[in-house]
């Protein structure tokens, strides 16, 4: 087996290990990347909720005190601005969604859908539960979502929701004395749900992979030439001439012929200029044989 | 602003007297405060009369509105602070109230405290007081029996300055050592007053000594002299003539020498 052949199979190989290793090291770290960089998303979500209501309670609700006794105004309560603010970022992540997922809620359009009922029930069948994450498939693709319990902390939060008499008259008024009430101190009433898209940061991940792969084949692929050609030129085909050369000189031939050029300092120059002096004793002592 | 017998053109700031006349312009809000921590917001298009009447032994503020919005609040219990309105009157309150005026309809809305009014009554009843509570609609309509809700109308809401809708931010401390002088305009015109001189006897008597020096004015008096049967009192300003003392019956007969002229038949 020629050496080119040997010295390429080893090369293949080599390189075939390094991609598989670096492709496997890489996929992963890639992937695990995207399924942070979503968690971070969907947690950056989660506290932009909380300091939207936390905002909303503290310093939206007690300036409209007044007016919420002309009209109601559901922008004084923390779930509907929290909602409101994300419906905004919505016009720019359309496949990002919040909900204030609630069993028996004021608002409708807070009322919890099957999915997100199980969800709701899992926190009050488990009250020391803090969050539940996990994945669930979409008409959109799949979506990962983070979810934490609405729990009735305070009693100041039954002034609107304890029962119908005691709620705001304008609160009433507005969404009717069919809903919202019978809540209780430390009761979980509902579940804030952030649902974030997978496929695109997964899709980006595999998009960065790909680059990765391709850009590791073809500096593979160049080292692979650029070794050939440096290896044909500076040790194949220096031995191969010198190997021509000595079997001449091995027949008796060429004996006259001017020294082997020495084409470099390396290796290859220092066994041609052996060999040169080998063929000058060859020479010496054939003469002295005939003489 | 009517001050005395001129017109002022208001600012921010101006101390009010008793006896100014405000009225507010189309998209305009006034806020009048007063020392005891009171403050009364006038909406766009509304008239208002400040008066100090005596109220027992002393005196009260009063103020007399006949059209728009008004927006009374911090009245402290036992203040002598009173609003009249054509339809309503509101003989006091704690927290605060806001009123919508009509030609034909008045509103009323607790929105804090209580408010007590004078209940309408029928000629020869006595007057009695109409305690509204917190969160109560009163709503009092010409010649009808005034009615009491839970709940203000929306019309009623709609009708409200955005501003009601808010507590009245305090600006007096700002002018307390910067008295704001308003600027005169021209003497008023008797259609500028005339409703202020057709008010309620208590709040168009001081009228009479404050407008007299206008009766001079040809307009002006021939103005108070057609609308006479509204401000009666009027007459002895008008007609000095008809109310100088009577000579004896005798003299008179002897002295007298012709009868009396058309004049006096007015």
Same mark, same amino acid.
């Given at each position: 087996m020629k050496l080119v052949i040997k010295f390429n199979l080893v090369f293949l190989l080599i390189f075939l290990i390094g991609l598989g290793a670096a492709g496997f090291a890489s996929n992963e770290l890639l992937q695990r990347n995207a399924r942070d960089e979503i968690v971070l998303n969907a947690r950056l979500v989660m506290e932009s909720a909380l300091a939207t209501r936390a905002y909303t309670s503290t310093q939206v609700g007690p300036l409209l005190q007044t007016q919420m006794k002309y009209t109601f105004l559901p922008q004084s309560v923390p779930a509907y601005s929290a909602t409101e603010v994300f419906n905004g970022l919505r016009k720019a992540f359309p496949d990002y969604s919040y909900k204030e997922a609630t069993l028996n809620p004021t608002n409708p359009r807070n009322r919890a859908n099957d999915w997100e009922a199980d969800i709701v029930h899992q926190f009050r069948n488990a009250t020391d539960k803090a969050e539940v994450v996990g994945e669930r498939d979409t008409p959109g693709g799949k979506s990962f979502y983070i979810a934490r319990p609405i729990q009735?902390?305070?009693? %100041? $939060?039954?002034? $609107?929701? %304890?029962?119908v008499d005691a709620a705001p008259k304008t609160l009433v008024e507005k969404?009717?004395?069919?809903? #919202?009430? #019978?809540w209780k101190v430390n009761e979980v009433i509902g579940a804030q749900i952030v649902s974030v898209p997978t496929d695109v940061p997964i899709a980006r991940a595999h998009a960065a992979f790909r680059t990765f792969m391709v850009s590791l084949t073809a500096v593979f692929g160049f080292i692979f030439v650029a070794l050939n050609l440096m290896l044909w030129f500076m040790v194949i085909r220096p031995v191969t001439q010198l190997s021509r050369f000595a079997d001449l000189v091995s027949q008796g031939d060429n004996m006259d012929a001017p020294d082997f050029p020495v084409g470099s300092r390396d290796e290859i120059g220092v066994l041609t200029q052996s060999f040169n002096r080998m063929k000058k004793s060859l020479v010496q002592a054939m003469k002295m044989l005939e003489a | 602003m009517v001050r005395g017998v001129a017109r002022y053109t208001l600012a921010e700031g101006v101390r009010l007297q008793s006896g100014d006349i405000i009225e507010v312009g189309d998209k305009g809000l006034t806020q009048m405060e007063l020392p005891d921590g009171a403050a009364l917001a006038l909406g766009p298009k509304t008239r208002a009369l400040a008066a100090t009447l005596p109220r027992g032994k002393q005196t009260a503020a009063v103020f007399y509105v006949t059209q728009g919005e008004l927006k009374l609040a911090g009245v402290k219990p036992g203040a002598r602070l009173r609003i009249v309105t054509p339809l309503i009157t509101l003989q006091g309150a704690e927290g605060a109230t806001v009123m919508v005026l009509g030609d034909a309809e008045g509103s009323l809305f607790v929105e804090s405290g209580e408010a007590r009014l004078a209940a309408p009554r029928a000629r020869g009843e006595a007057a009695t007081t109409l305690r509204l509570k917190s969160g109560e609609f009163y709503t009092v309509k010409a010649r009808q029996k005034a009615v009491v809700a839970t709940r203000p109308s929306p019309a009623f809401i709609g009708a409200l300055p955005k501003a009601f809708l808010d507590p009245l931010p305090a600006r007096m401390a700002r002018y307390k050592d910067r008295p704001v002088r308003p600027q005169r305009l021209e003497l008023v015109s008797y259609a500028e007053v005339e409703t202020w001189l057709k008010a309620p006897l208590e709040f168009r008597r001081p009228m009479l000594p404050r407008f007299k020096s206008r009766a001079a004015e040809a307009a002006f008096r021939d103005a108070l002299v057609a609308n006479l049967h509204f401000h009666p009192e009027w007459d002895p300003v008008l007609f000095p003539e008809k109310y100088l003392p009577k000579e004896p019956e005798g003299d008179a007969a002897r002295d007298a020498p012709a009868p009396a002229g058309p004049a006096d038949k007015r």
């Open positions: 009735i902390k305070q009693e %100041s $939060c039954l002034y $609107c929701h %304890s029962t969404y009717g004395p069919a809903n #919202g009430f #019978g | -």
